[in-house]
T-cell receptor, first 112, second 112 residues
Framework: GENVEQHPSTLSVQEGDSAVIKCTYS??????FPWYKQELGKRPQLIID?????GEKKDQRIAVTLNKTAKHFSLHITETQPEDSAVYFC???????????FGGGTRVLVKP | AAGVIQSPRHLIKEKRETATLKCYPI?????VYWYQQGPGQDPQFLIS???????DKGSIPDRFSAQQFSDYHSELNMSSLELGDSALYFC???????????FGSGTQLSVL
C-alpha cells in the first residue's frame, strides 16, 4: 500500500517567518495531494491541494510544490501568524481514489 | 453550506460493549470514508464505501463492520470494545470517489 512520510514532526517558528513541511510518497500512480490543518480535538480541514499535472499552487500565504519524479511534495507557509499553530497533515489519494493515506503530521508552533 | 454530520459527538462505553457511530455525508456525496485517530496520531484509514458498496478496506478490526445505506449515510458498528479502541473516529465524504474529502467533526469514543 501507499507509504507517506512527513518531516519534520514538530516545527517551531517565529511569527513572520516561513514554515516548510515535506512529504514523500511511494506509489508513483498517486495523483492527488492535499494538505489538512487540524486543531486539537477538531476535524482535519483542507487548506490546499495539488494534482499531479501541476508543479506548484499558491493560495495567499500558503503554497504547495510537487515533484512527481522524486515523489515528494511540500507545504510552504509564509509570514506565519499565531493562528497558523496547529498540526498539519499531508495526504495522498491512491490512483483508485478509494482512500486517502496521511503522513504522520507536523505540529507547528508559531511564537509571537 | 451543509457539512458532514457525525453522531454522537461523544460516546462512553465499557469494555466488551458495542457501539454504533453514524455519518451523514454532504448532500449528493456518494462516497464515505471512516478514519480512526488516536491521541497524537495521524488518521488511520478504516474503510470506504462508494455507491453503497465497500470500495476499500484498511486497518479495520474484524470486530468492526460498516455499511452505507440507500440514502448514503453510513454506520460503523463496533463490537467487543477494547480499551485500545478509544479514539476519535472521523467520517469523510466526497463526490464520486473524487479528490476533495470533507471531514465531519468526529465521534470521540472512550472505552472504560
Amino acid at each position: 500500500g501507499e507509504n507517506v512520510e512527513q518531516h519534520p514532526s514538530t516545527l517551531s517558528v517565529q511569527e513572520g517567518d516561513s514554515a516548510v513541511i515535506k512529504c514523500t510518497y511511494s506509489d508513483s500512480a498517486s495523483n492527488y495531494f492535499p494538505w489538512y490543518k487540524q486543531e486539537l480535538g477538531k476535524r482535519p480541514q483542507l487548506i490546499i491541494d495539488i494534482r499531479s499535472n501541476v508543479g506548484e499552487k499558491k493560495d495567499q500565504r500558503i503554497a504547495v510544490t510537487l515533484n512527481k519524479t522524486a515523489k515528494h511534495f511540500s507545504l510552504h507557509i509564509t509570514e506565519t501568524q499565531p493562528e497558523d499553530s496547529a498540526v498539519y497533515f499531508c495526504a495522498v489519494l491512491g490512483a483508485a481514489g478509494n482512500k486517502l493515506t496521511f503522513g504522520g503530521g507536523t505540529r507547528v508552533l508559531v511564537k509571537p | 453550506a451543509a457539512g458532514v454530520i457525525q453522531s454522537p459527538r461523544h460516546l462512553i462505553k465499557e469494555k466488551r460493549e458495542t457501539a454504533t457511530l453514524k455519518c451523514y455525508p454532504i448532500p449528493r456525496h456518494d462516497t464515505v470514508y471512516w478514519y480512526q485517530q488516536g491521541p497524537g496520531q495521524d488518521p488511520q484509514f478504516l474503510i470506504s464505501f462508494y455507491e453503497k458498496m465497500q470500495s476499500d478496506k484498511g486497518s479495520i478490526p474484524d470486530r468492526f463492520s460498516a455499511q452505507q445505506f440507500s440514502d448514503y449515510h453510513s454506520e460503523l458498528n463496533m463490537s467487543s470494545l477494547e480499551l485500545g479502541d478509544s479514539a476519535l473516529y472521523f467520517c469523510a465524504s466526497s463526490l464520486g470517489g473524487g479528490e476533495k474529502l470533507f471531514f465531519g467533526s468526529g465521534t470521540q469514543l472512550s472505552v472504560l
